[in-house]
């Protein structure tokens, strides 16, 4: 599961056991108990099960033991969809672009500053390669 939502329960504290491994079978924690009741989670105080992943490159500093010193994980809980638009847009001083010419510039007098101030400015884009770069025959 990447997620599970289930009612809280003193005795549910873990959603695995180091002895799993021994007795597949029978586990000594079995998740799949914690979701198979069908509880009903209607105000009641809920925990998020979620499963996270890890990305491990492999260093020399590895040997004899992989350190976790800076490893870590994390869950971002933020809606997705929860809006059919950005709500800023109704802020003041939004400014509000839709699909057209770029060379137009239309007002949209609730979202937007005068039409002479609403289009950015912007510099012609220029590359010049990997000026000031130290090249690998420099090295020497």
Same mark, same amino acid.
């Given at each position: 599961?990447?997620?599970?939502?289930?009612?809280?329960k003193?005795s549910e504290q873990t959603?695995s056991? $180091?002895? +799993?491994? +021994?007795d597949m079978?029978?586990p000594? &924690?079995?998740?799949?108990k914690y =979701?198979?009741?069908?509880e009903?989670i209607e !105000?009641?105080?809920l925990?998020?099960? &979620?499963?996270? %992943?890890? $990305?491990?490159?492999?260093h020399?500093e590895? =040997?004899? !033991?992989?350190v976790?010193? %800076?490893?870590g %994980?994390g869950?971002l $809980?933020?809606?997705?969809?929860?809006?059919n638009e950005?709500?800023? =847009?109704?802020?003041? *001083?939004?400014?509000y672009?839709?699909?057209g010419d770029?060379?137009?510039?239309e +007002? +949209?007098?609730?979202a937007?500053?005068a039409?002479?101030?609403?289009?950015p400015t $912007?510099e012609?884009?220029?590359?010049? %390669?990997?000026?000031?770069v130290?090249?690998?025959e *420099?090295?020497e």
């Amino acid at each position: 599961y990447k997620v599970a939502i289930t009612k809280h329960k003193d005795s549910e504290q873990t959603c695995s056991s $180091l002895y +799993n491994q +021994n007795d597949m079978w029978s586990p000594a &924690v079995d998740f799949s108990k914690y =979701i198979e009741d069908n509880e009903s989670i209607e !105000n009641e105080d809920l925990v998020a099960w &979620v499963t996270t %992943g890890f $990305l491990h490159i492999p260093h020399a500093e590895d =040997i004899p !033991n992989t350190v976790t010193v %800076g490893n870590g %994980g994390g869950v971002l $809980l933020r809606p997705h969809n929860y809006f059919n638009e950005d709500p800023s =847009i109704h802020s003041a *001083d939004a400014v509000y672009f839709s699909p057209g010419d770029e060379e137009s510039c239309e +007002n +949209n007098r609730m979202a937007c500053y005068a039409e002479e101030i609403c289009r950015p400015t $912007l510099e012609p884009f220029t590359y010049h %390669g990997f000026e000031g770069v130290m090249k690998f025959e *420099d090295w020497e």
